[in-house]
Nanobody, 126 residues
Framework: QVQLDESGGGQVQTGGSLRLSCEVS????????LGWFRQAPGKEREFVAV????????GYADSVKGRFTISRDDAKNTVYLQMMSLKPEDAATYYC???????????????????WGHGTQVTVSS
């Protein structure tokens, strides 16, 4: 049973920072591509960032490039999303995502995700 447990959401003012964490457990989970998606009310779930397990490859949505950084601690089997210079449009529920097939560049589509976390809320006030 693979489990993804997110934490770190909250409320922050525009321009502020937050760090999300996602601890992954379960068989084979140390070899998963790990990433983050977000979903705002009334909108579709969208890709934010992804990190490969086998290589130093990561990918970002254009809307967060230069502001968000994904990283992982293999010893803790945890992936992080450091979010800087937050904007009101970043407000959403953020979901940790895991995929058995590693990330090698290009897209990381919502339909390719094998496991999801429960989500953590990020609120950005202006």
């Amino acid at each position: 049973q693979v489990q993804l447990d997110e934490s770190g959401g909250g409320q922050v003012q525009t321009g502020g920072s937050l760090r999300l964490s996602c601890e992954v457990s379960g068989r084979g989970s140390n070899r998963f591509a790990l990433g983050w998606f977000r979903q705002a009310p009334g909108k579709e779930r969208e890709f934010v960032a992804v990190d490969a397990w086998s290589d130093e490859i990561s990918g970002y949505a254009d809307s967060v490039k230069g502001r968000f950084t994904i990283s992982r601690d293999d010893a803790k089997n945890t992936v992080y999303l450091q979010m800087m210079s937050l904007k009101p449009e970043d407000a959403a529920t953020y979901y940790c995502a895991a995929r058995r097939h590693d990330y090698t560049g290009g897209s990381f589509h919502v339909t390719s995700v094998d496991y999801w976390g429960h989500g953590t809320q990020v609120t950005v006030s202006s």
